[in-house]
């Protein structure tokens, strides 16, 4: 019995091993190329450690007038542009969405269900079936290569998503509370701001960051609607590297790394939200 | 009764009205929130269905010239469509089947507690966060026929003689393609069914221990049952998404090599962007938002069982 313990206890190691290894080895891959020189990748056999290690890839997209190429000089705009549409989107999924989940979660109002079936669905419509007509709207109404078009074909996903998992969250917030404020003589929206928005305050940070990672995420839009720096975002920019600039591998990689920080140090800091909103039946794949 | 409604007491008619209130709070609360959806969603789906029966181009993108159903019949009827619906399924079946099977057994690990199970889950996120763009681009260096860390690895390691360029083969491609995404999603599958997992009496799995049952029948009479919601969640899930696969291919291949990973979805936007056929594109897009429509009625009954919310 106790070697039978002994075994499975190796075996459960043995396999943490192997996912560990498999989860980071790509990861590690990602980041040396982001530090090697070109020449150093180019070369075979290949070192896995960096011969030459450099930040000077960091430095050419970092800072202004260093950079070697135009790809890594731009990319930084498309850093801010990437973060503008994200936390815009976020901002109004976020105030928008918590008016309409208060009400979906707490007031009785007519084809309450309804409403929420409705919302699931819009939240799976695909994007290529609502491009075609936002891409006519957006040629007519002048909104081509403009961060407003992101953010509002964005709200696409992004809104009905906040609903959802914000309603799931206030659903959890005791009834007594709201009784002993409305008997205070609190309005609706006095419950709203006061009551639930307070005590559902973790629901609303993990509702900002699954928002933000779906908006930063975002491709499919971003490539249809950007052309130039006027709105790139981040996703654009890296694909642009893949395409044209082949050739250019380091900085590929180093802009995958800046592009992946963010979302990677927010679900790390805020673990314990993401594993909540993960099983409150959250979409982000 | 009579006396009620002739003298309403005052207590009564107060509710009454609160309850009004609510529903105009109610209203107002939710039209934001109704008109941007309206805008961004559902008025765009039935011009998709406008436009799917017409033959609009991209360089007059207003819809015209009504066609009836010739754009859905021409793709009934050709090859390609076919072709992609074929990869699709087969990119949806390999990619979901062997992401739910890793992600049970990652989960399994994890709720086993072995050492470090801690920092196996903390890791878990990392995959999950890395943008979908980053991690083709990553792989598709990975993958890189000349200077690729894949090759390297396998020929350092002695597995390969030669340098395999793993993206020439459409079939491959698609493999190799199937393997980004499964790191990318495993862990997502894995950490769900973990949080599941952690629900279960411990008791009742201690129980059947006790009574003889071994760890595999324990496993398949105990867990997989009281699991039942949360796998199919992530399957549906993981199916829809799955199902309209872009961005991942568009990084790694390009549709490539000789439309060897033309998915539907790919297919929609090659129709659409590059030969510019609004309409033809319209139409295909219009069939994945029923097929993604089916999809979303099962996820929502097994959300809604009895008509209660299961979250």
Do not use: C
Not at chain 1, 218 to 240: C, G, Q, W
Not at chain 2, 67 to 90: C, E, H, M, P
Not at chain 2, 280 to 306: D, K, N, Q
């Amino acid at each position: 019995m106790k070697r039978r313990r002994r075994l499975s206890l190796a075996l459960m190691v043995f396999f943490s091993v192997i996912a560990l290894v498999l989860i980071y080895a790509p990861v590690a891959w990602l980041i040396i190329s982001s530090i090697s020189t070109r020449a150093d990748l180019l070369t075979i056999p290949l070192h896995w450690i960096p011969v030459h290690p450099t930040l000077q890839n960091y430095l050419d997209i970092l800072i202004p007038g260093t950079a070697a190429s135009d790809v890594a000089a731009t990319f930084k705009v498309t850093l801010g542009n990437s973060l503008l549409v994200a936390s815009s989107t976020t901002l109004i999924s976020l105030v928008a969405g918590s008016l309409a989940a208060y009400a979906l979660a707490r007031l009785a109002i007519p084809f309450r269900q309804t409403l929420f079936i409705g919302l699931m669905s819009t939240r799976m419509i695909p994007e290529i079936s609502l491009v075609i007509p936002l891409y006519i709207l957006a040629a007519k109404a002048g909104l081509m290569d403009s961060p407003i078009i992101l953010i509002l074909t964005y709200l696409s996903f992004a809104l009905p998503f906040a609903v959802w998992m914000l309603a799931a969250f206030f659903e959890t917030v005791p009834f007594e509370l709201e009784d002993a404020a409305r008997i205070d003589g609190a309005s609706r929206l006095g419950l709203l701001f006061r009551v639930v928005l307070p005590v559902a305050a973790p629901g609303l940070v993990s509702t900002a960051i699954f928002t933000f990672l779906l908006a930063w995420d975002e491709f499919f839009f971003a490539l249809i609607f950007t052309s130039t720096l006027a709105s790139k975002t981040v996703p654009v920019a890296i694909a642009e590297f893949t395409g044209r600039y082949a050739v250019d591998i380091t900085a590929m990689m180093t802009g995958g790394v800046l592009a992946a920080l963010p979302p990677v140090i927010l679900s790390l800091i805020f673990q314990r939200y993401i594993v909540t909103g993960l099983t409150s039946g959250a979409v982000k794949g | 009764m009579a006396l009620t409604d002739s003298i309403p007491r005052p207590g009564t008619t107060r509710r009454m009205t609160l309850h009004q209130q609510d529903v105009l709070t109610g209203f107002l609360l939710l039209l934001p929130s109704l008109v941007i959806i309206l805008g961004v969603s559902l008025l765009p789906i039935l011009v998709t269905l406008v436009v799917s029966v017409t033959s609009t181009q991209i360089a007059n993108p207003i819809p015209n010239g009504f066609i009836g159903l010739n754009n859905y019949l021409d793709f009934i009827k050709s090859d390609v469509f076919w072709a992609a619906i074929q990869r699709t399924a087969y990119f949806t079946f390999v990619s979901v089947g062997l992401e739910l099977l890793l992600g049970m057994a990652v989960a399994t690990l994890i709720h086993a507690r072995p050492p470090g199970w801690k920092f196996l889950r903390v890791s878990l996120i990392i995959p999950w966060a890395v943008p979908t763009i980053v991690n083709g681009a990553m792989w598709r260096w990975i993958y890189n026929a000349d200077y690729g860390s894949l090759n390297a690895l396998l020929q350092q390691l002695g597995v390969i003689k030669n340098y395999i360029p793993w993206l020439i083969d459409p079939l491959r491609a698609m493999n190799m393609v199937i393997i980004a995404d499964i790191w990318h999603s495993v862990p997502f599958i894995a950490l769900i069914l973990q949080a599941a997992m952690a629900t279960i009496p411990i008791e009742l799995e201690e129980a059947a221990a006790v009574d003889g049952a071994t760890a595999w029948q324990r496993f398949l009479s105990i867990r997989l049952p009281l699991l039942r919601s949360a796998i199919l969640v992530a399957l549906v899930i993981r199916s829809v998404e799955a199902f309209r696969v872009f961005d991942i291919i568009y990084v790694i291949t390009q549709g490539g090599p000789a439309f060897g990973t033309v998915t539907i979805s790919y297919l929609t936007y090659l129709e659409t962007f590059s030969y510019g056929h609004l309409g033809r594109g319209a139409s295909i897009s219009f069939l994945i938002s029923i097929f993604t429509m089916i999809m979303a009625m099962i996820y929502i009954r097994i959300l809604y069982r009895g008509g209660e919310v299961q979250r």
